[in-house]
């Protein structure tokens, strides 16, 4: 964990100051700006294994930044720190593409948990494909290169984040099975995630976005009324 590198986007000095400190505390090195186009810089031209991004930014707010980075294909977990604990904001922040959120005020145990969480997570993401029984699948426009981390639609390149991907193997080595929203968040995001299963149902439609040609009739990721999702066909 020595190496993993956080970016803290926080407008507000001593809040940073404080994340710092509890990071460095577990050998994780920080960098920080304060408003969102500096944010953008920073992810556009340097390497981070993970984001803190507060909402509330000058220049551009959080939930822009979030978009622009996953449009530009950053792939990196992305945490939403907010002191708005509405659904609503956070709904439209994991729809944006963020991993996760934090509410303020937060324990440092409780930041530094969740940020070891995903950066574990981050970089077992990579190396995921050894535990799959094909390396290559193909059904019908769907195309996936789990050794090489690709998928395509159509022929088209698809980007995904670490945690879509995630969700993609994770059905893939469930294939015709009917899996529950429970399930499915204890496998992909683990037992000491907090979280609820609207982070599952938000994130299936964004996969979903992606990968079918037609989102709102998928072909592949179907919904089983009253039980949860089932991805592909046996066999």
């Not at 304060?34 to 294994?49: H, M």
């Not at 948990?113 to 799959?132: E, I, M, N, S, T």
């Not at 929203?181 to 683990?190: K, L, N």
């Not at 037992?191 to 299936?204: L, R, S």
Request: glycine share 8%; hydrophobic share 40%.
């Amino acid at each position: 964990m020595t190496s993993a590198r956080v970016l803290i986007v926080e407008d507000e000095k001593d809040i940073a100051d404080a994340i710092s400190e509890y990071l460095k505390r577990e050998g994780i090195a920080t960098g920080w700006v304060s408003n969102g186009k500096d944010a953008l810089e920073e992810l556009n031209n340097f390497r981070w294994d993970l984001v803190l991004l507060d909402i509330m930014l000058p220049s551009l707010d959080g939930f822009e930044v979030c978009r622009r980075a996953r449009m530009s294909g950053i792939n990196v977990p992305i945490l939403f720190l907010t002191a708005r604990g509405d659904d609503v904001d956070q709904v439209l922040g994991l729809g944006l593409g963020a991993d996760d959120y934090i509410v303020k005020p937060f324990s440092r145990v409780a930041l530094t948990a969740r940020v070891k969480a995903h950066l574990r997570r981050y970089r077992d993401y990579p190396g995921g494909a050894q535990f799959f029984p094909e390396e290559h699948l193909k059904i019908g426009g769907l195309e996936v290169d789990f050794a090489a981390c690709q998928v395509w639609l159509n022929d088209e390149s698809l980007s995904l984040t670490a945690k879509e991907f995630e969700l993609l193997q994770y059905f893939t080595l469930n294939r015709g099975r009917v899996l529950t929203r429970e399930q499915i968040f204890s496998q992909v995001w683990g037992e000491d995630f907090f979280g609820d299963d609207n982070t599952v149902t938000v994130h299936i439609r964004r996969l979903r976005e992606k990968i079918e040609e037609d989102p709102s009739a998928p072909k592949l990721l179907k919904t089983v009324r009253g039980l949860g999702y089932r991805f592909g066909g046996r066999g």
